[in-house]
């Protein structure tokens, strides 16, 4: 994340790709996103803004596989602790304070499996097979 606040044209950039998250979430809020086409693809755009803030300074395909390795295994990670926050919730029934607070974990890791890792994994993959690419055409640099 240094690196997206590294330079002031880093910092532009990364400002940029906030408003864009912003900007498509607020879309999504209006056009909402139960059972509606237009407005979850417009979540996904504002999550795929979101990483991008953070990772649009990155030229190495390495960088990009990390991300996509850590976004495939925080979705089996956040599925399982949704899971497990439900299922304790559920246990709590008689303290209503935990209760809440476990509905509230289970729902949080829920949006994060399903509205962060895969534009994650996206965008690690796609970044990951760009730059692979855009590396290989590069003649080394001279040291």
Same mark, same amino acid.
């Given at each position: ?27 999504a ?15 996904f +755009? ?9 990772v ?22 956040? +599925?399982?602790l ?8 559920d ?8 209760? &809440?607070?476990?509905? &509230? ?5 829920f ?12 965008? &690690? ?19």
């Amino acid at each position: 994340m240094l690196e997206a606040l590294s330079t002031p044209s880093n910092r532009t950039r990364t400002f940029v790709w906030f408003a864009v998250c912003c900007v498509l979430s607020a879309a999504a809020a209006v056009v909402g996103i139960s059972d509606n086409l237009p407005g979850i693809l417009l979540a996904f +755009g504002a999550a795929i803004a979101l990483v991008l803030a953070f990772v649009h300074p990155w030229r190495s395909a390495k960088k990009f596989q990390h991300l996509l390795l850590g976004s495939v295994i925080a979705l089996v990670v956040t +599925g399982v602790l949704h899971n497990v926050f439900h299922g304790a919730a559920d246990m709590a029934e008689g303290i209503v304070v935990l209760k &809440g607070l476990l509905q &509230g974990l289970g729902v949080a890791a829920f949006l994060i499996a399903i509205l962060i890792c895969p534009p994650a994994i996206l965008v &690690g993959l796609v970044g990951s097979v760009l730059m692979s690419i855009r590396n290989r055409r590069q003649p080394p640099a001279i040291q």
